[in-house]
Nanobody
């Protein structure tokens, strides 16, 4: 099992920044990809960003809606993954979830491909 705990959410004005953190523990050696997803009220959970963990040289992927504004990074030594969010917009308001998987399949955006999920952290962007 892998346990994931997110932190760093909060309330920020449009144009502001936040950094989310995710601490992984347990069988972290089984992780190949770490991702961030979000879910707004009444909407389905959607992909935000992902990065390979100790496999395939640190590939990253982003949803089109956050490219150029969000950056995913990882610290394998600390078993941490981060999401730096800049130029935040009201439409970024959602609960943000950290996720991990063992699969090395190329499609990082598939929600169902992730094995482990955190509890989520609320991000609210005011206009």
């Amino acid at each position: 099992q892998v346990q994931l705990v997110e932190s760093g959410g909060g309330l920020v004005q449009a144009g502001g920044s936040l950094r989310l953190s995710c601490a992984a523990s347990g069988r972290t050696f089984s992780i190949n990809v770490m991702g961030w997803f979000r879910q707004a009220p009444g909407k389905e959970r959607e992909f935000v960003a992902a990065a390979t963990w100790r496999w395939n040289g640190g590939i990253t992927d982003y949803a089109d809606s956050v490219k150029g504004r969000f950056t995913i990074s990882r610290d394998n030594a600390k078993n941490m993954v981060y999401l730096q969010m800049n130029s935040l917009k009201p439409e970024d308001t959602a609960v943000y979830y950290c996720a991990a998987r063992g699969s090395t399949a190329p499609r990082f955006a598939a929600v169902a491909s992730y094995d482990y999920w955190g509890q989520g952290t609320q991000v609210t962007v005011s206009s």
